[in-house]
């Protein structure tokens, strides 16, 4: 209870006992975050009891760094409501604060990256991680990978591919995943990606569903695939291997046979290849100093490597 005689209280006292400057209390005030009981005969402003709790709530929300709407609703929201909004609120800037720490860290990565290479490499290493944004944004490797995609690919089948094909910048990153990244998106952004380039052999699958019947298939043989490559198998016969040839007959309408397998080994041996990219997909998400992770690429060339084995062993 304040100490005047009418219960209410003054801006300078509210201020100090809630721990804030009588700026802050004035701005609240003139926000409509912190109502006036009533003014005093010279204009000043006077504060009811319920002003402290108010007062200190706003001063903990404003702690927390919310902005000034999202305090708004919470304050604005009563009984039960009012801890629902506290929580999207809290959860709302949660995010926000995390994107823009991860922009913090790719920034830092990014300057060690220009500050520990040689000087003649400054110049080109800075235009690369600057056509790069921070938070650094996967959209044009997702581009890269549509204009290269079957026309025909369904959009759920097109999704679950994108989804391991295209690689997850880390939220902190170190130098060498902050310049394999800028390559990558230096790779996929030169004029015209895909235009031109020849497109792989089962690509030309005929019928609605091939396309989607082939990534499908591919998907599950590579995921079997790069269990082996994490436990450091060489590429062999299994059940790796028939997944794999199983995607490309299943989209073909044939059988598995010795013959489609010699068929589909010479096929891919011709097929066009995006090392590069994959090459630097596993620098962006591997950690510096341990082993490669398994990328859709490396898992391609283990299979059909084990594929060529087993069909010139076979004769």
């Known amino acids: 209870m304040f100490t005047s005689h009418d219960g209410l209280c003054g801006i300078g006292e509210l201020a100090e006992r809630a721990g804030v ?6 701005f609240y005030s003139d926000n409509g975050l912190l109502p006036e009981a009533s003014r005093s005969a010279g204009g000043h402003r006077r504060y009811g009891p319920e002003a402290l709790g108010r007062l200190r709530l706003l001063r903990s929300l404003r702690t927390l760094g919310l902005p000034v709407r999202e305090v708004r609703r919470v304050l604005d929201e009563d009984g039960d409501g009012a801890d629902g909004v506290l929580e999207d609120a809290v959860a709302g800037h949660l995010r926000a604060l995390g994107s823009q720490l991860t922009a913090l860290r790719w920034r830092e990565a990014g300057m060690r990256l220009v500050l520990e290479c040689p000087p003649g490499e400054r110049a080109d290493r800075l235009r690369l991680i600057g056509a790069v944004t921070t938070p650094p944004s996967t959209a044009s490797l997702a581009r890269f990978w549509r204009a290269w995609l079957p026309p025909r690919m369904p959009a759920r089948a097109t999704a679950a591919f994108l989804e391991v094909a295209v690689p997850q910048p ?11 990244f800028a390559r990558l998106h230096a790779l996929v952004t030169r004029p015209c990606p895909g235009a031109g380039q020849p497109q792989p052999e089962a690509h030309r699958a005929t019928g609605s569903r091939a396309p989607a019947v082939l990534y499908a298939g591919l998907a599950q043989a590579y995921e079997l695939a790069g269990t082996q490559l994490r436990r450091g198998a060489g590429p062999r016969p299994g059940e790796e291997l028939d997944s794999f040839v199983d995607a490309y007959a299943s989209a073909y309408g044939s059988r598995d046979t010795p013959a489609f397998r010699r068929l589909l080994t010479g096929q891919l041996a011709a097929d066009p290849r995006i ?7 596993a620098d962006v998400i591997s950690a510096p100093g341990g082993p490669p ?3 859709p690429g490396t898992a391609h060339d283990w299979l059909f490597a ?8 076979a004769g």
């Open 275 to 281: 090392d590069r990219y994959w090459e630097l997909t």
């Open 21 to 26: 400057t009588v700026k802050a209390v004035r």
């Open 306 to 313: 084990a594929l060529d084995a087993q069909t010139a062993a």
């Open 293 to 295: 992770e398994p990328t």
């Open 170 to 180: 880390p939220d902190a990153p170190e130098p060498a995943q902050v310049l394999a």
